[in-house]
């Protein structure tokens, strides 16, 4: 006899907990209205040339920012213009996307004109194609 309510009280701890989990599983989270912060980018813009090397401003317009953003630390990637090429590479990172700019270095890339910065924060905004030239590390001649 013991043997069966001890047995009969395991089980019914098993289902309760099982009870528990379903409801913890099918909970909604709550959706908090969220702030998106989309800065246009400024600089670098349509006709910039860099060179690789050198360290540039880049900035962004902070004028229409919401009274609270979600994530406010920014990242600044390389990308390319023609087919949405997202480098692993960041230029600058750990900043406030509240700053208004953010000083890189120019990477050693191969010389082209379609290399656009995306500022990453509470959303991805990407500046106009630029180009970036400078001497290859092949050791090309630079026009």
Known sequence: MKFTIAFMTVCLFFVSLLG????LASARPVQKKRDVYS???????????????????VTWDTS????????PIGEIHLAQAQGDI???LIL??????LDGRVEV???WVATSSDYTVVLFGDSGNASPAFTIQGPSIFGDEWP
């Open 20 to 23: 528990v989990f379903a409801q």
């Open 39 to 57: 800065p246009r980018v400024l600089y670098p813009h349509n006709g910039t040339v860099w060179s690789k090397g050198q360290r540039h401003n």
């Open 64 to 71: 229409n920012r919401p009274a609270e953003i979600t994530n």
């Open 86 to 88: 997202i480098y692993p």
């Open 92 to 97: 600058a990172s750990n900043f406030s996307v």
């Open 105 to 107: 270095e120019v990477p």
